[in-house]
C-alpha cells in the first residue's frame, strides 16, 4: 500500500511553519517531530516575539513531541527541519536520542556539520538535501528582505 506520508511530505508541512515564521519576521525555519507517521511535536523559529534565544524551531518541537509521549527520549522518532540544526539544537537532539533527522538547506556558517567533533547520538540517521531548494529559496528570501 502507498503512503501518502513520504519525507517530502513532512518536509512541506515544516515549509509551510518556517512561512509563518517568515511572516512573524522570525527566521524562517521549521520543525516537525513525526512518529507512526503521526506529528507529535511542531515548531518554528519564535527568538523575536519570546525574547529568548533558545526558542528555536527545533527545541520547540522537542519540547511538544516530549510532552506528547510523556517521555525525553525520541528514539522512534524523525525531525524533519527546513534548515541544518545549530550546535544547541544538535545537543538537544542527542540528549533526546532521537532516531532520524531530516534538513532541508545546510548552513555552512551556524550549522552543526561545520563543527569537528560529531554532536548527534551516534546511532541518529542524518539526511541533508530533503526539498533543499525550497528551504534555501526562502532563507535567501527572508535574508534580502532584511537588507534592503
Known amino acids: 500500500m502507498l503512503s501518502l506520508y513520504t519525507d517530502e511530505y513532512y518536509m512541506k508541512q515544516a515549509l509551510k511553519l518556517a512561512e509563518q515564521a517568515f511572516l512573524e519576521g522570525e527566521v ?23 525574547s529568548d534565544a533558545t526558542a528555536h524551531a527545533e527545541m520547540i518541537a ?7 509521549l510523556g517521555t525525553k527520549f525520541l528514539e522512534d522518532c524523525s525531525l524533519y ?7 544547541m539544537c544538535a545537543g538537544g537532539l542527542y540528549w533526546t536520542r532521537i532516531g532520524k533527522v531530516f534538513f532541508g538547506t545546510s548552513e555552512p556558517k551556524f550549522g552543526f556539520n561545520s563543527r569537528e ?12 538535501g530533503l526539498l533543499e531548494n525550497e528551504c534555501r529559496e526562502l532563507m535567501q528570501k527572508f535574508f534580502l528582505s532584511r537588507r534592503k
Open 117 to 128: 567533533m560529531p554532536i548527534l547520538h551516534p546511532k541518529t540517521a542524518l539526511s541533508g
Open 81 to 87: 527541519v527546513t534548515v541544518e540544526p545549530c550546535p
Open 28 to 50: 524562517p525555519i521549521g520543525a516537525i517531530i513525526v512518529s507512526n507517521n503521526q506529528i507529535i511535536g511542531k515548531g518554528y523559529n519564535q527568538v523575536e516575539r519570546l
Open 62 to 68: 522537542i519540547s511538544a513531541a516530549s510532552a506528547y
